[in-house]
């Protein structure tokens, strides 16, 4: 398949995330039963999604995770910023996973330390869109939305950063590369042939406005995977 995004015809879009049907948050303070334990960071599990893999393992809502695959998560430090990216690895290195590996999880649940082994499964294209949007462009979509509408920046995407970036909440993906994007079905095959490619400094996106303005971004950054 070619495709005005690909110099060569394009990968089958094929690839997917990891997912285990879970959602992390910072943790702020720990308790004291998580210090007594000796830990001294975590992520606490923010949602559990029925009849997923963290769900069918047992992972509950406010479980606080202090390791993952054997690696405690004290090193990260404390602090807001500390704190963002301990939760940026974790999502990373789940997202990171093939389907069918397993995520082993250590978590403290009230004076209890728990082991979890969850199976990783593919991330369904409905979130597959939502997770590559954040991953490459730092859009933070609304999953409640069929349109693209951007409900926040990944703070620490590059485009967080860039003049005018107030101007993206709540704007509607429009095109990328001068694409046509409609929905987040047009824009799912797009960020995933924009994955499966490489890395690029930047691409084209358009975006409409909540005001009904038109905005292209010639040189829209591109995360690093």
Same mark, same amino acid.
């Given at each position: ?116 082994? /969850?199976?990783?499964? !593919? %991330?369904?294209?409905?979130?597959? #869109? &939502?997770? @590559?949007?954040? +991953? $490459? ?59 499966? /490619?490489?890395?690029? !400094? %930047?691409?084209?996106?358009?975006? #409409? &406005?909540? @005001?009904?303005? +038109? $905005? ?10």
């Amino acid at each position: 398949m070619t495709s005005p995004l690909c110099s060569r015809p394009c990968a089958p879009a094929t690839a997917r995330s990891g997912q285990v049907g879970a959602e992390v948050a910072p943790y702020g303070e720990l308790d004291d039963d998580a210090r007594a334990l000796g830990y001294q960071n975590g992520l606490r599990v923010s949602r559990v999604l029925p009849g997923r893999p963290a769900d069918a393992a047992g992972l509950r809502k406010d479980d606080l995770i202090v390791e993952a695959q054997g690696q405690r998560f004290d090193s990260f430090g404390t602090g807001p910023e500390a704190q963002l990216r301990l939760a940026n690895h974790f999502v990373s290195t789940v997202r990171g996973l093939l389907p069918g590996e397993v995520l082993n999880l250590t978590v403290v649940r009230g004076k209890d330390r728990l082991s979890f082994n /969850i199976p990783v499964a !593919a %991330a369904p294209p409905d979130q597959q #869109v &939502l997770i @590559d949007a954040d +991953a $490459l462009l730092g859009l933070r979509l609304d999953e409640s939305r069929r349109e693209p509408i951007v409900k926040d920046l990944r703070p620490d995407a590059p485009i967080s950063r860039s003049r005018g970036r107030e101007l993206l909440r709540n704007a509607r993906v429009s095109e990328i590369a001068g694409i046509p994007v409609e929905s987040r079905d047009d824009l799912g095959p797009l960020l995933t042939e924009l994955r499966q /490619i490489g890395r690029f !400094a %930047a691409v084209q996106v358009g975006f #409409v &406005l909540a @005001d009904g303005r +038109a $905005l292209r971004v010639r040189d829209f950054p591109v995360s690093p995977d």
